[in-house]
Every structure is written in structure tokens, then in C-alpha cells.
């Protein structure tokens, strides 16, 4: 989807909600003027992959501990120099939710609810659940948003989200 793509849909027949990717760790919606257009047309934002991928939750300490089979082992930004470059960015988002209370997958999900956007985590255990259900009722400062913005400003990450292929 592109911006001009969501306007002419958009004037064919009024869209409602558009989902894509959109987290701290990918934020082509805002590069590439989706997010901002979607805003102005009246049309909801929903985000899947709010966790980027789940490596916002700080569990993921090495390419090691992808299973043989996890797909992100194929995609740039989680392999090589750009893992552990994406890594300490996502220690400095623990340190800041550390400090307010909270994991970074929290803080994380925050962030995208504070952007007007509806994220859709995946998850595979029911604590995870519950403590992304709990994010929904954070509430960032200007300047605790400012500081993620510090932390993670779009163009941070290393790496293409998806392979050239």
C-alpha cells in the first residue's frame, strides 16, 4: 500500500481501517506517508507485527535463539552486524521501561497506542497476553515519548525488513 494508492481506494469507496506493519522497530508508515495519510482521510490504523516481530521484547539475546525453522533468521535485520546493532537499541528500550515499571513489550505497545494506532500483537502464552492487554493502560508523557523517540527515531534500525527476494 502506498499513500497515493490509499487516497484513490479511498475515493472509490471509503475504507474503514487499513492494517499493515507498523511498530518502533518499522516504521515504513511513517517514511513513506501511509500513517499520516490514513489519519487525514479518517481511516483506521491497525498494526500488525507492534512488537517488531517480537524482538521489541528484549527475549531475543542471539541469531542462536531463532528456532531452525523461524522465517526472521532469513530477514536482514536479524542477521549479522545489524542484529546486535538492533539489539543494543532494544536494551536501551528495556533500561527506559525498566525505569518506568514496565517490560519493553509494554512500553513498546504504548508507543504504538499513543501514534492513534490499534495494534495487534501476536502471542503464543496466555502472561503475554495479559501484560500486552495491560499496556493498553499506559499512558506516555510528552517526554517519555519524546525520549523513545530518542531511543528508536524512524531510520534507527539496521537492516531491510525483508529480504531483497
Not at 49 to 74: W, Y
Not at 92 to 104: D, H, I, R, Y
Not at 121 to 139: C, D, F, M, Y
Amino acid at each position: 500500500m502506498t499513500a497515493d494508492s490509499l487516497r484513490r481506494g479511498h475515493a472509490v469507496h471509503p475504507l474503514t481501517a487499513l492494517q499493515t506493519e507498523y511498530s518502533l522497530f518499522d516504521r515504513r508508515a511513517e517514511e513513506e506517508d501511509i500513517l499520516q495519510t490514513a489519519k487525514a482521510l479518517g481511516i483506521g490504523f491497525v498494526a500488525y507485527s507492534p512488537l517488531g516481530r517480537g524482538f521489541l521484547a528484549g527475549e531475543i539475546q542471539s541469531p542462536d535463539d531463532f528456532a531452525e525453522d523461524d522465517f526472521r533468521r532469513f530477514f536482514p535485520r536479524y542477521q549479522g552486524e545489524n542484529f546486535y546493532r538492533n539489539l543494543e537499541l532494544v536494551k536501551k528500550l528495556q533500561a527506559l521501561a525498566a525505569a518506568k515499571g514496565v517490560t519493553s513489550s509494554q512500553l513498546a505497545l504504548a508507543w504504538v497506542l499513543a501514534q492513534g494506532v490499534v495494534p495487534i500483537p501476536g502471542t503464543r502464552q496466555r502472561k503475554n497476553l495479559e501484560a500486552n492487554v495491560a499496556a493498553a493502560g499506559l499512558t506516555l508523557s510528552a517526554a517519555e515519548l519524546t525520549e523513545i523517540e530518542a531511543i528508536l527515531p524512524v531510520g534507527s534500525v539496521a537492516g531491510s525488513a525483508y529480504p531483497e527476494m
